[in-house]
């Protein structure tokens, strides 16, 4: 596997690779990914991870310092699930200006999550710009977990007319229901116990609905 550093590295390893598939991430690996991953080999022939926590998504500093960061891990599930390149550049790399999107988000990037973190969207759909603007991949693959952000960066594609096949994949969960997340190992056993009743919660409401409609 190649790691990349910064954009400039990128051209030239890019130089003879063909059908590429970007899976952008943030870090600390999951079965989630792992699904994308696997997935993205059934389309395409050079499979690219990019690892970024990206600052300007995150509506608290104390959130963005507790996000866990687990490359070494991370590096290792990818040399084993033979992903062609990882790119892991740094804050300065991305952004050595303060960034800015000329794109105007949709109405539904104020609705649900977005209502209670303002300019969060703003910051995912910055980078998504400069991701799918430095390695232009033919496919990319986003799971289903984070669904406002999935039709968002759906509609991102559709409105900047990128011929980029767009790819969502289910949300795999833990055995309690609990989808998978990066976040999940700040959650004590409590927490998840918690957060584990949501899905099943909103299956009864949905039989419900369905079974009087």
């Known amino acids: 596997m190649i790691i990349l550093k910064n ?17 952008p991430t943030m870090g600390n690996l999951h079965a989630g990914h792992i699904s994308l991953i696997e997935t993205a080999k059934n389309y395409a022939g050079t499979i690219i991870v ?14 963005l310092k507790n996000y866990p960061r ?4 991370d590096i290792d ?12 550049p740094s804050e300065k790399d991305i952004y050595p200006s303060n960034p800015t999107l000329s794109y105007r988000l ?11 973190r303002p300019g969060h969207f703003e910051g995912v759909i910055t980078i998504i710009e400069k991701l799918f603007s430095l390695f ?3 496919h990319v693959f986003f799971g289903k977990k984070d669904y406002q952000q999935l039709m968002l960066i759906k509609q991102f594609i559709s ?10 994949v289910e949300t795999v969960r833990e055995q309690n229901s609990l989808a998978l997340s990066s976040r999940n190992s700040l959650l004590n056993s409590a927490a998840k116990k918690i957060a584990s009743t949501l899905f099943r919660n909103l299956k009864r409401c949905n039989s419900r609905i369905e079974k009087n409609s």
């Open 159 to 168: 409105d900047k007319n990128f011929k980029i096949n767009f790819h969502s």
């Open 50 to 63: 990019s690892i970024f926590v990206n600052p300007i998504q995150f509506n608290s500093q104390n959130d």
């Open 106 to 116: 949709p109405p539904l990037a104020k609705q649900l999550c977005g209502a209670s």
């Open 7 to 23: 954009p400039s590295e990128v051209k030239s390893n890019l130089a003879n690779k063909k059908n590429l598939a970007l899976i």
């Open 77 to 88: 599930i990818l040399n084993k699930l033979g992903v062609d390149i990882l790119f892991n």
């Open 70 to 73: 687990t490359l070494t891990k």
């Open 136 to 138: 232009k991949p033919d």
